[in-house]
């Protein structure tokens, strides 16, 4: 029931920055937690920040830490992906997620019941 539609992927050199956009459908938009998830080729689904829908409490995989910053704009149903100091490791497909059950909050894809299209980032070395 829950579309969601990315946007902001692009090519960018190391060091460079990017901001991706989510947006999702649903009058309970806040309500949702919502995740940023990304996989390169080869490799296994990996998660990277979610925020939760009314208190925008936080969560970030290490490897992204200091460098990323997820954030949402309830109003706009839309949560973006700001990613500084871009680096080759972080090339891959970035997909937005939404948990729209009330449950534990989840590093783990098989959590979120819906999932955006997903959008190519390529850093340049």
């Known amino acids: 029931q829950v579309q969601l539609v990315e946007s902001g992927g692009g090519l960018v050199q190391a060091g460079g920055s990017l901001t991706l956009s989510c947006a999702a459908s649903?009058?309970?938009?806040?309500?949702?937690?919502m995740a940023w998830f990304r996989q390169a080729p080869g490799k296994e689904r990996e998660f990277v920040a979610y925020?939760?829908?009314?208190?925008?409490?936080?969560n970030y995989a290490d490897s992204v830490k200091g460098r990323f910053t997820i954030s949402r704009i309830n109003a706009k149903n839309t949560v973006y992906l700001q990613m500084n100091s871009l680096k080759s490791e972080d090339t891959a497909v970035y997909y937005c997620?939404?948990?729209?059950?009330?449950?534990?909050?989840?590093?783990?894809?098989?959590?979120?019941?819906?999932w955006g299209q997903g959008t190519q980032v390529t850093v340049s070395s």
């Open positions: 997620a939404a948990d729209t059950s009330w449950g534990v909050l989840s590093k783990l894809a098989r959590e979120y019941d819906y």
């Open positions: 649903g009058r309970t938009f806040s309500s949702y937690v």
């Open positions: 925020i939760t829908g009314r208190n925008y409490n936080t």
